[in-house]
C-alpha cells in the first residue's frame, strides 16, 4: 500500500504540473468552448467530454482503484451528480462550468488535448514536445510504478519547459 500511496504522490504533482500548463495555455475554453457557446446560443457544450472516460479507461489496478477513492472523497461519486439538461454522458462535467474535478482526474482525461490544441502549441509556441497519447501512457505508468524515476523527472521537466515556453514571446 505505501507504493500505491508513493505512486498516487507522484501522480498527483505530475497533475498539479498539468494543470498549471493547461491554465496558462487557455486554449479550451478561449478557442473553443467560448466560441461553441457563441455558436449555440449561449447553450452549454460538452467540447471534448463525451463520454465517462474515467470508466471506460481507467486500469484495473488497485493505484486506480485509491485515485478512485480519493477523487469520491473530495467531489463525490458520479452519480451524486445529476444535472437537468446534461450535454456529456460523464456525471462530473457540469454543463455550464465543465469538467468539476480540479485534481485526481483519470489520465485519460487529464493528458487529453485535441488535434486543433496541439497544432496551436505547434504554431504559437513552437512546443513539438506534447503528445496526447505519450502523455497518457506516462500518466498511467507513473501511476502504477511503471515509470522509472529518471523518466518521471525527465516528465516532469518537459511540462515545465512547456509551461515556461508559454510565458516567452510566441513563436
Not at 141 to 163: H, N, R
Request: charged residues 25%; negative net charge; aromatic residues 14%.
Amino acid at each position: 500500500m505505501q507504493a500505491i500511496e508513493a505512486n498516487l504522490k507522484r501522480y498527483l504533482s505530475a497533475e498539479q504540473r498539468l494543470n498549471e500548463f493547461f491554465g496558462k495555455l487557455n486554449y479550451c475554453l478561449s478557442y473553443c468552448i467560448v466560441p461553441e457557446k457563441r455558436k449555440n446560443g449561449d447553450r452549454p457544450v460538452a467540447a471534448c467530454c463525451q463520454n465517462k472516460y474515467y470508466s471506460i479507461c481507467d486500469l484495473p489496478h488497485p493505484a486506480f482503484e485509491r485515485l478512485r477513492q480519493e477523487r469520491e472523497q473530495r467531489f463525490g461519486k458520479p452519480e451524486d451528480h445529476v444535472w437537468p439538461d446534461p450535454v456529456s454522458p460523464c456525471q462530473y462535467h457540469d454543463p455550464h462550468l465543465g469538467c468539476l474535478l480540479t485534481t485526481h482526474k483519470s489520465p485519460i482525461c487529464l493528458a487529453f488535448f485535441c488535434r486543433q490544441g496541439i497544432d496551436h502549441l505547434r504554431s504559437r509556441y513552437g512546443i513539438y514536445t506534447y503528445d496526447y497519447l505519450g502523455f497518457y501512457y506516462a500518466l498511467e505508468w507513473i501511476l502504477t510504478g511503471d515509470l522509472p524515476e529518471q523518466e518521471y523527472e525527465s516528465f516532469m521537466a518537459d511540462i515545465a519547459a512547456m509551461t515556461a515556453r508559454l510565458q516567452q514571446p510566441c513563436a
